[in-house]
């Protein structure tokens, strides 16, 4: 790892989603620093997702919602694993929980951790701390299909392993996230 001067920074957008713009200066692999540069940084706060299982019926469930910033180049809603953001002061853990039960209506049963990961890390900060998760109907909290209040419209799609396994080899994902998860299923052996 080499030396990083951030020599200012200021936030050009405070909303929901924030932007900061930097000037920094890197080490270089020859050890020499860079000119100063600037650089964008997208600052969306970390989430959580989790390839969920469901115990009972023996498949996995996911969520399928719109989408905006997928509508000029896809469909406009995508078929992902449950996620979302963590809260300030919440740990991934706690986030997963609630996730899992405003999306899919579960209790979480138990969770293992799969991997964390920056998204984009060329113009953004987001981490994704990704879980493979279990419920069942035991721990049949609600409904799901989202907050109401945050217009969340989530359909929840049980999927059989075998399915889910064929739409990652022909390639019909198009969520990142849900990709690297299902690739930790196939390797670990468990599809």
Do not use: N
Request: aromatic residues 8%; hydrophobic residues 45%.
């Amino acid at each position: 790892m080499g030396r990083v001067e951030v020599r200012s920074r200021r936030r050009l957008l405070d909303d929901f989603f924030k932007v900061d713009e930097a000037e920094v200066s890197f080490e270089r692999a020859d050890g020499s620093m860079t000119p100063p540069a600037r650089r964008l940084v997208f600052e969306r706060g970390d989430s959580v997702a989790a390839v969920v299982y469901h115990r009972e019926s023996d498949s996995l469930l996911f969520a399928e919602q719109f989408r905006y910033p997928t509508v000029d180049k896809g469909p406009g809603w995508l078929l992902e694993v449950v996620a979302g953001m963590i809260d300030a002061g919440e740990s991934p853990e706690a986030a997963l929980r609630r996730e899992i039960e405003e999306e899919l209506g579960f209790a979480l049963t138990t969770c293992e951790p799969i991997a964390t990961f920056f998204v984009s890390p060329g113009g953004s900060s987001e981490r994704i701390w990704l879980y493979y998760a279990e419920v069942t109907e035991a721990g049949r909290v609600g409904a799901g299909g989202g907050v109401a209040a945050e217009l969340e419209d989530i359909r929840i799609v049980r999927m059989s392993a075998a399915a889910a396994k064929d739409a990652l080899r022909q390639g019909t994902l198009a969520d990142a996230k849900t990709i690297i998860g299902l690739q930790w299923l196939v390797a670990r052996a468990s599809l």
